[in-house]
């Protein structure tokens, strides 16, 4: 009677793990993102493009912060996205660093709308839209859209 049990437990654990697995194929950069430093390469959504100039002086400028050790940079059509790591020293101060950064970032950029994150998730699904984009996976609109909806989830964390 024990051993049925136990065979029993064992084979829902296992059916568990199995239907909990990700089922998305993500990339070796992504499924890495969050144990360590990727350094995704910034990039705009309109034009496909690692863009030199804006995105990669964001990145910088976020880069340059001691509380923050990686980002990732997606440009919008009207918003820059901005989603990085915490070390974990100031993870106690997380909203005053959230705070400090993106008025660091409005006062550097004026007339740019930034959207600023700490939150892993957001940092994960911008590494995948960046993939999605660099690999040409995705088109333009869809880009577009997972963008938006990336947005929106952090407008639903905060």
């Known amino acids: ?73 997606i440009e919008g059509k009207k918003q820059i996205l901005v989603a990085y790591k915490v070390r974990h020293f100031y993870r106690f101060k997380m909203k005053k660093v959230e705070k400090d950064l993106k008025k660091q970032l409005e006062a550097k950029f004026p007339g740019k709308k930034f959207i600023v994150s700490s939150d892993y998730k957001i940092f994960l699904e911008s590494v995948r839209l960046k993939e999605a984009v660099k690999d040409q996976t995705i088109s333009n609109e869809e880009a577009n859209k997972r963008f938006k909806e990336i947005i929106k989830l952090t407008e639903e964390l905060t």
């Open 1 to 73: 009677m024990r051993k049925q049990g136990l065979v029993l437990t064992i084979t829902i654990f296992f059916a568990f793990n199995l239907i909990g697995c990700d089922q998305q194929k993500d990339s070796k950069e992504s499924k890495l993102a969050l144990m360590k430093t990727t350094q995704p390469a910034p990039i705009d959504i309109d034009t496909k493009t690692n863009k030199e100039s804006l995105s990669e002086e964001v990145k910088q400028t976020v880069l340059n912060n001691q509380t923050i050790y990686d980002v990732a940079v």
